[in-house]
C-alpha cells in the first residue's frame, strides 16, 4: 500500500470549503491533509463564478470574444492552482492529489497509498446533472464547466435550464453573437424565486436576442447536421451544441462513506447538523471510528448550493473542530444571478413561506421611481419585501436591477439580524442611489406589520452574546494566487463568531439545535463542483 502515515484532519476535496477548513486547522496547529483530484480552490476560480462574471463584464463593455477569451483565461490563471497549492503548504497543509476513499474506521486510501486519520471533513462538492433526454448521451454537450473554459463560440446554442446559470451563460453566448435557445420546463425563469424577478429577466434576455421556450422541455436529440432537439411542445430546434445547465448533484458516491456507518443515497446531498456534523439515519452525530467526528462543507451537503454558503459552512466546520461551539443559521444566504440587470434574493422567497404556511405581507417598489434610474438612463428593476407577519421583522426580499447584488447587502443583515422594520426605516440612504428604493416598502411594512413585542423598547439585547476574540478557525487561509475566490483576514472580521452559546439554547437532550431549513436554487449548484472533461467531441 506504500506510505503509512496520520493525519489529525483529512479533507476530502480542495474547494472552497476545503481550503479554508484546513488552512484554519493547520494554523491551529493539527496536521492536515487535503485530498483533491482536480484544482485546489475548487469550482468558483477556475469554471464558476470568476469566468462566468467576467465574460458578462466583457459583453457589459462591448469587448470582442478574443479580449474577453484572454481575460477570462488570464483570471482564472490558466486553470493552474499552483499558487493555490503552495498557499495551503505555506499553512503546513499536505496536499494529495489523487480521488481519496474511506477505506474502514479512520483509515484511507489516496493514489495506492494508505492513510490514517482523525477528523474527516467531506467537501467534495457536486456534479453537473443531466436530463433523461433521448440521445443527449450520444452528442456534443457541454456543461458549464466546459462553456467556461473552451474557446468555442458557436453559431448556435441550446441552453437546457432557467436557473442562475443557464441565464448568464445564456446572456453571455448571445452578447458575442450567438443565436441561443434557451429550453425551460417551468412556465418562468427562475421558477424558486419571486415571480417578478423571472419575468424582468426574460424580458432582459429576449433584448439581447435569446429565444426562451417557456414552459417546454427537450425530448429528444440526434444529430442533423449539426443536432436537432425536438421539444415537448412540439417545437424544433437546430443547434451546433447543447449547453446543459439543470442544476447538479452532491459527489457522495464512491467515497467509501458507507465503511464508517455513514449513510449515502445517490443524488442526495450528506445530512448535516447546526454545527455541520454529518448525521445518521438515527440524527445522531457520525464518528470516523477514531476518535474523530465526520463533517461536511459545502454542496455535498444537503444546505449548501453556493460558494459563499461553502465558505461559511467551512468556517462553522473550523470553529467546532478545534473546539468552539457554532451553528450555522441559513436565514440569511444571498442567491444572485449576475446577469444584467442582476437578481438578488435573500431569506424566504413567496413559494417558499407558502410550502412552509408562513404567512408574508408584501411591498414593493419600481426601480425607474428612483432618481438613481434617471441619472442611469435604465428604469429596469424592482424590489420586493417580505416580512413575516407573526415574528413582524423582515422574512425575506428579492430585487432585480443594475447591480442588485451590490445594494442590497443591508437587507441580508436585516433578515439575519432579526431588526424591527422600526428601525429599519430609520434608515438613510445616500441620495441618489438605488437604496433609496427600500424606503419606500420598509415604511409600508411598519405600517402594516407590528413590530415583535422584544422590539418595543428597542435591540432585545438579553440574547445577544458578547463578541469574542477571532477564532482561528473564523479567518481565511492566505490569499491564492488569483486572489480572487478568498477574502483577506481581515475582510473577514465580520465573520467573526459570538461567544460560546449559552446551554439553554441547546436542546433538552444537550444535542445541538436543529439545522434551520436552507432552500437554494438548485441551478445555482455551478458555483461549486469539480471535474471536467475537455474532449474536442464531447465536452461533457
Known amino acids: 500500500m506504500g506510505e503509512d502515515r496520520r493525519f489529525d484532519v483529512m479533507v476530502l476535496g480542495g474547494g472552497a470549503a476545503g481550503e479554508l477548513v484546513a488552512a484554519a486547522a493547520a494554523r491551529a496547529g493539527r496536521s492536515v491533509a487535503v485530498v483533491e483530484e482536480r484544482l485546489v480552490g475548487g469550482q468558483p476560480p477556475y469554471f464558476a463564478c470568476v469566468p462566468s462574471k467576467t465574460l458578462l463584464l466583457s459583453a457589459r463593455r462591448g469587448e470582442s470574444w478574443e479580449l474577453a477569451l484572454a481575460r477570462r483565461d488570464a483570471v482564472a490563471r490558466h486553470l493552474d492552482d499552483g499558487a493555490a497549492v503552495a498557499a495551503l503548504a505555506a499553512a503546513g497543509v499536505t496536499v494529495l492529489r489523487g480521488r481519496g476513499r474511506i477505506t474502514g474506521p479512520g483509515t484511507a486510501e489516496v493514489g495506492g497509498a494508505a492513510y490514517r486519520y482523525g477528523d474527516l471533513v467531506v467537501c467534495t462538492g457536486s ?200 451553528a450555522a443559521d441559513y436565514r440569511a444566504i444571498p442567491r444572485v444571478v449576475h446577469t444584467s440587470p442582476a437578481v438578488y434574493a435573500v431569506g424566504l422567497s413567496p413559494i417558499q413561506a407558502a410550502e412552509r404556511g408562513i404567512d408574508l405581507v408584501a411591498a414593493g417598489y419600481d426601480l425607474a421611481a428612483t432618481a438613481r434610474a434617471a441619472v442611469r438612463a435604465d428604469d429596469r428593476g424592482r424590489v420586493e419585501l417580505y416580512a413575516d407577519r407573526a415574528r413582524g421583522v423582515l422574512a425575506g426580499a428579492a430585487a432585480a436591477g443594475p447591480y442588485a447584488e451590490e445594494w442590497m447587502g443591508e437587507i441580508a443583515l436585516a433578515v439575519r439580524a432579526g431588526t424591527p422594520l422600526g428601525v429599519l426605516t430609520d434608515v438613510v440612504h445616500a441620495f441618489p442611489t438605488y437604496g433609496e428604493a427600500l424606503e419606500a416598502p420598509l415604511r409600508e411594512l411598519a405600517a402594516r406589520v407590528p413590530d415583535p413585542p422584544a422590539a418595543a423598547g428597542g435591540a432585545d439585547l438579553g440574547r445577544m452574546t458578547e463578541m469574542s476574540e477571532m477564532n482561528p478557525a473564523d479567518r481565511d487561509p492566505a490569499p491564492t494566487g488569483n486572489g480572487l475566490g478568498e477574502e483577506a483576514p481581515e475582510a473577514d472580521a465580520a465573520e467573526q463568531r459570538l461567544a460560546v452559546r449559552d446551554e439553554e439554547e441547546r436542546t433538552g437532550d444537550g444535542e445541538w439545535p436543529q439545522q434551520v431549513p436552507f432552500d437554494a436554487d438548485e441551478a445555482d449548484a455551478a458555483e461549486q463542483g469539480r471535474v471536467v472533461e475537455l474532449d474536442e467531441d464531447d465536452y461533457r
Open 127 to 326: 456534479a453537473p446533472a443531466f436530463p433523461e433526454v433521448e440521445g443527449l448521451d450520444q452528442v456534443p454537450v457541454w456543461t458549464s464547466d466546459a462553456a467556461l473554459t473552451v474557446p468555442d463560440l458557436p453559431r448556435r446554442l441550446v441552453v437546457l435550464g432557467g436557473g442562475p446559470v443557464g441565464c448568464e451563460l445564456a446572456q453571455v453566448y448571445a452578447a458575442f453573437g450567438s443565436q441561443v435557445t434557451l429550453v425551460e420546463p417551468a412556465g418562468r425563469l427562475l421558477a424558486a424565486e419571486a415571480p417578478f424577478a423571472g419575468e424582468i429577466l426574460a424580458d432582459a434576455l429576449r433584448r439581447t436576442g435569446v429565444d426562451l421556450r417557456l414552459g417546454a422541455e427537450a425530448g429528444k436529440v440526434e444529430r442533423a447536421g449539426g443536432l436537432r432537439l425536438w421539444l415537448s411542445d412540439g417545437g424544433i430546434v437546430d443547434a451546433d451544441r447543447v449547453l446543459v445547465a439543470c442544476g447538479r448533484r452532491p459527489r457522495v458516491e464512491g467515497l467509501g462513506l458507507e465503511a464508517i456507518g455513514v449513510p449515502v443515497r445517490p443524488g442526495e446531498g450528506l445530512a448535516v447538523d447546526a454545527a455541520c456534523r454529518v448525521t445518521g439515519r438515527d440524527g445522531t452525530a457520525a464518528a470516523t471510528g477514531a476518535g474523530g467526528t465526520v463533517w461536511a462543507a459545502g454542496d455535498v451537503t444537503t444546505a449548501g448550493r453556493t460558494a459563499h454558503a461553502a465558505r461559511y459552512q467551512a468556517r462553522v466546520v473550523a470553529a467546532n473542530l478545534l473546539g468552539g461551539r457554532r
